[in-house]
């Protein structure tokens, strides 16, 4: 009679091991999987009608919800079978029981309760997670469990002195950056889908500053020439729109549309003053970031702006096409007339617009030139040389000689970047010639 008792024990025993076995192997694969799955891809998944997906959702919401009664379950699980093997291991072998029960534990349950379900579940993230997104659910929607977690949360946070909130994990620039480049080492997305990942995130801290065309670079028209004159000037460089001025270039009291001039000129009044023709004007700082004036010109309805420094004078212009650019790249029509502004040189130096950003530079040429109150090459240059240069000036900086190539009046228009030689030479910040 005893021994059918012990017998029907070690039964019941037996199958709660093999239970309490596979809830462990379970709860182990749903944290693996639910603490890989990001709320983005959960979304995506959701946004695909996946099964399971909505609540997949809800769980990457509030990973400390679901994470703290999983690690507790997997816990008691895994304590229980170990405290019931060791009882049934006893029985049946005596003394060896202990060696037999720890040798079952370290086998079986690392195994089947923690190698493969978590391996499975990396190998097979998102239908892991969508497998186990309804039980986890479940569970952690039962009170006793999530309540016993918070407790025990709680006290371990009395103990390490903190207050217990969660911040989910935070997703940077940089870190956004390194994943569409490995996206297109994978071949998940391609090479200029990639550029205008990057385009896109550093669209938001560029300000026009560094996309206007500098006031040097400005067509404008007087505002007592003829409709006839202010036409043939906008035909002439190609433009839609001219500033028109009064005095001289910071005194900008309108703009002149093209499409207006011609307008008047079929009209008959072409020997009229272009300055009751002119629309209004509308002026931006050259601080303001690109991203909220292209709001504001989608709003307003204008595709031209001019730029002002803290002065209040004109510090250039700035489209609606420039802001384009920043993402999609350059765009030449039939009227643009530009240089490359990148031309590779034998020995592995480049020549480049003195516009060019030095950033750019930094990226082309894997470079570390220095930034500061400058956008571009040559006002680095300026900077770094102190004087108006002429040409053939050179200076180093950052391991490379800048070469001034060609100046016009007092503007640098194009520099050479070369390497150089001797690295030790740039001890000091920089060295002209």
């Given at each position: ?297 989608q709003s307003e309805q204008f595709h031209l702006a001019v730029v002002v420094n803290e002065y209040g004078g ?44 030095v950033d750019e530079v930094n990226d082309l040429l894997d470079a570390h030139l220095p930034t500061g109150a ?60």
């Amino acid at each position: 009679m005893m021994t059918a008792t012990f017998a029907t024990e070690d039964v019941v025993l037996s199958l709660v091991v093999v239970v309490l076995l596979i809830a462990s192997g379970v709860l182990a694969l749903s944290e693996t999987a639910l603490v890989r799955m990001s709320r983005p891809k959960a979304k995506s998944l959701a946004d695909e009608g996946k099964r399971g997906a909505k609540v997949l959702v809800r769980l990457t919401e509030d990973p400390q919800g679901f994470l703290n009664p999983v690690l507790l379950l997997v816990l008691v699980c895994q304590l229980v079978v170990a405290t019931l093997v060791g009882v049934l291991a006893v029985r049946w072998f005596g003394a060896w029981g202990v060696v037999a029960a720890t040798v079952f534990e370290i086998v079986v349950i690392f195994v089947f309760a923690e190698a493969v379900p978590k391996n499975w579940a990396v190998h097979h993230p998102e239908r892991a997670a969508l497998l186990s997104a309804p039980f986890v659910a479940a569970v952690v929607g039962f009170w006793p469990v999530r309540w016993v977690s918070k407790g025990l949360i709680g006290l371990a946070n009395l103990f390490i002195g903190q207050s217990g909130g969660y911040v989910g994990p935070l997703v940077t620039e940089s870190e956004l950056l390194a994943m569409a480049d490995v996206a297109v080492e994978g071949d998940v997305i391609e090479t200029e889908e990639r550029a205008l990942i990057h385009s896109i995130i550093e669209f938001g801290d560029t300000v026009v500053r560094e996309v206007m065309v500098p006031r040097t670079d400005m067509v404008a028209v007087g505002v007592d020439v003829t409709v006839e004159v202010a036409l043939d000037l906008a035909l002439e460089a190609g433009r839609s729109r001219l500033p028109a001025i009064e005095q001289h270039i910071d005194d900008v009291i309108g703009i002149a549309y093209t499409k207006d001039m011609i307008q008047v000129v079929r009209d008959g009044h072409g020997d009229e003053p272009v300055g009751p023709h002119v629309r209004e004007a509308h002026f931006v700082p050259e601080t303001k970031r690109v991203s909220d004036l292209m709001r504001e010109m989608q709003s307003e309805q204008f595709h031209l702006a001019v730029v002002v420094n803290e002065y209040g004078g004109t510090a250039g212009l700035v489209t609606l096409e420039d802001l384009i650019e920043e993402l999609v790249g350059e765009i030449v029509d039939e009227f643009d007339v530009e240089e490359i502004p990148v031309e590779q040189l034998p020995g592995g130096g480049v020549r480049v617009s003195a516009r060019l950003p030095v950033d750019e530079v930094n990226d082309l040429l894997d470079a570390h030139l220095p930034t500061g109150a400058w956008d571009t090459v040559g006002g680095l240059v300026f900077d770094l040389l102190g004087h108006v240069p002429v040409t053939g000036e050179s200076v180093t900086s950052g391991g490379l000689r800048l070469v001034v190539d060609r100046v016009n009046g007092r503007r640098i228009e194009r520099v050479s970047i070369e390497p150089v030689a001797d690295a030790s030479r740039d001890a000091a910040p920089a060295e002209a010639r």
